[in-house]
């Protein structure tokens, strides 16, 4: 049994269950999870505005309610000129799989997320990603440097690889963020569709497991 969980770095929702992922990999040690990029603003080049601010907010509430997970409203209402585009933050995920294969790329998202949510940094900035994301694969003792990781995430490779999860997502028809997915005996099917508490996600699969 295998979950493909279908998300974006700048979803919110995703962020808040990032705070439950933990909980079911915990729980169930020995299950494969496939993280996909679903490219949520791909390619935007809206710029965030005073509309767009207050409505993140009212969604970030929701999450931090839900989930308990923690926002900068501060960064976010203090940005300026910023293009809402999900693709390069989504590619610095691919990037760090394309380096390190072996990595946990829970970790990574939630190192992504933590760089938008938390820091209000600059998630359309291939040296600020390449910062993040260096360190985030050092931690689990890689050894890569901020440069490495700017190269292969300028890398023609990287885009099409990141273009090929956003066309998965559309494949399996996500139409929201987070999607989870349980593949079991060669077939897949969706558990959750938006933010899902791990219990009833543990729940869904044990009864799959019986």
């Not at 909980?23 to 999870?33: F, Q």
């Not at 009212?58 to 693709?87: C, I, P």
């Amino acid at each position: 049994m295998k979950l493909v969980l279908v998300a974006d770095p700048m979803c919110s929702w995703c962020y808040g269950f990032s705070q439950e992922v933990p909980k079911i990999v915990e729980a169930m040690p020995d299950l494969e999870i496939q993280l996909v990029m679903g490219g949520l603003s791909a390619g935007s080049t809206k710029v965030l505005d005073d509309a767009g601010k207050q409505f993140r907010l009212t969604h970030w509430a929701r999450v931090e309610q839900m989930s308990g997970a923690q926002f900068n409203r501060d960064a976010l209402m203090a940005r300026k000129n910023f293009v809402y585009d999900s693709e390069p933050v989504s590619r610095a995920v691919v990037t760090a799989r394309l380096i390190e294969p072996s990595v946990n790329l829970l970790k990574i998202l939630f190192a992504f997320q933590r760089m938008f949510y938390i820091d209000g940094a600059d998630t359309t900035d291939g040296a600020a990603l390449a910062e993040v994301g260096a360190t985030a694969l050092q931690a689990q003792g890689f050894d890569v440097d901020a440069k490495a990781f700017l190269a292969t995430w300028s890398s023609e490779k990287a885009i099409q690889t990141t273009r090929a999860d956003f066309a998965l997502g559309r494949q399996l028809g996500v139409q929201g963020f987070p999607t989870l997915f349980v593949e079991h005996d060669g077939k897949i099917g969706q558990i959750t569709s938006g933010y899902a508490p791990a219990a009833s996600v543990q729940q869904a699969l044990a009864r799959l497991a019986a």
